[in-house]
């Protein structure tokens, strides 16, 4: 029998890499050819050849739904698609069960498929001098969701206010929403959504570890009024006190600057005097 195989992980790294070593060791077990494309950031991919994908007998994909593959080109071939993971505990009969399972892959499965499994993400960053990590950190964000096959708008708090703005329907249509920042943010639109935190810095260095861990960590946000009404005492409480340390020391600035004035006065007092003799 001949197979193509596909694999692929939301990192692009180690998992595609081992699934596609063990999935090779359990075809030659079976006595089966296999040609694998392994998707990896480490190096370019070398795609199946149109040859290839004609001579397979069953097209085998292990890889995360939300991960874009190109299918079209397998319209009309047996194809068996499943998690990366899946393959992991038990290679051979994985791939003995995909084969067995497989079924002709249609040109309206291929539309339905790329339309219900993209998924998509709303961000927001935003740091205390709003420059640059707020900007930075959104085009990393916006770089690797692309690249593993997301959908994602990024709200940006800069220094010049906020830009690309999230509109309530992108963020009702939304699977996950990103909060890098390291400045409060008003969540109360986000009330319900799987929602998770980092900040500005993590998004920029380890964007690829931080998608996944949202992906993986990301919970439900409840947003209350309590919360609200906490972050405006503390804010309230703080400018209080900023300003009961001004009122006491407005006294003691008029009096030095008072005193400054006399002294000058007593100077030059003391010169015309002097002049004068």
Same mark, same amino acid.
């Given at each position: ?90 290679? #051979?009969?994985?791939?003995? !069960? $995909?084969? &067995? %399972? *497989?079924?002709?892959? /249609? ?100 964007? #690829?570890?931080?998608?996944? !861990? $949202?992906? &993986? %960590? *990301?919970?439900?946000? /409840? ?55």
């Amino acid at each position: 029998m001949k197979i193509s195989i596909v694999t692929a992980c939301p990192s692009g790294i180690a998992t595609s890499l081992i699934a596609a070593g063990l999935l090779e060791k359990a075809a030659d077990e079976l006595k089966w050819q296999a040609n694998i494309e392994r998707h990896t950031s480490l190096k370019p991919t070398n795609m199946l050849t149109q040859l290839q994908i004609e001579q397979a007998d069953c097209i085998v994909i292990a890889a995360n739904e939300n991960l874009a593959i190109d299918e079209q080109r397998f319209v009309g071939k047996r194809v068996f698609r499943a998690d990366v993971a899946a393959c992991m505990e038990n290679p #051979t009969a994985w791939l003995q !069960k $995909a084969v &067995e %399972q *497989a079924s002709e892959l /249609t040109v309206e499965s291929v539309a339905t498929q790329a339309i219900s499994t993209k998924k998509k993400i709303v961000a927001i960053t935003a740091c205390p001098t709003g420059v640059a990590h707020t900007f930075m950190a959104a085009e990393a964000l916006e770089t690797e969701a692309k690249r593993q096959g997301y959908e994602i708008k990024v709200e940006t708090r800069g220094s010049v206010g906020a830009k690309n703005q999230l509109k309530a329907e992108e963020i009702e249509a939304a699977d996950l929403v990103i909060i890098a920042a390291d400045i409060d943010v008003d969540l109360s639109r986000f009330n319900g959504k799987a929602l998770y935190k980092t900040s500005t810095g993590l998004a920029l260095k380890k964007t #690829t570890q931080e998608i996944e !861990k $949202a992906f &993986e %960590q *990301a919970t439900p946000y /409840t947003h209350t009024v309590k919360e609200n009404s906490e972050k405006k005492e503390e804010k309230a409480g703080v400018y209080k006190h900023l300003m009961t340390g001004v009122s006491y020391m407005l006294p003691l600035v008029v009096a030095g600057g008072a005193c400054l004035l006399r002294c000058r006065l007593f100077l030059v007092s003391r010169h015309l005097k002097s002049r004068a003799h």
